[in-house]
Nanobody, 114 residues
């Protein structure tokens, strides 16, 4: 059974930086496209960034040039380095893959203060 464990969230001032981590337990990740999603209360999951097995990233327009997604296949871990955080980035962040039916983890909450 695969478990996803996100960490690194917290409270940060607008304009600040956070680095999120997602450790995948129970599976390697080298063959999977991996992605970060976020969810605000009452909203659906929103895809934020993805990275394919070759390391090629893709971002939604809102975070392009501010966020960087990366992966370490040896550690079965992906990262999201978030710069210039805005109030609109405030959400719970989750990782997952669109290539398999893994259960969602608990996420890690990002709070941006003005």
């Amino acid at each position: 059974q695969v478990h996803l464990v996100e960490s690194g969230g917290g409270i940060v001032q607008s304009g600040g930086t956070l680095r999120l981590s997602c450790k995948v337990w129970g599976s390697g990740i080298d063959i999977y496209k991996m992605a970060w999603y976020r969810q605000s209360p009452g909203e659906l999951y929103e895809l934020v960034a993805s990275i394919d097995p070759s390391g090629r990233p893709n971002y939604i327009d809102d975070v392009k040039d501010r966020f960087i997604i990366s992966r370490d296949n040896y550690k079965s871990t992906i990262y999201l380095h978030m710069n210039s955080l805005k109030l609109d980035d405030m959400a719970t962040y989750f990782c997952n893959t669109p290539d398999a039916s893994w259960a969602w983890g608990r996420g890690t909450r990002v709070i941006v203060s003005s």
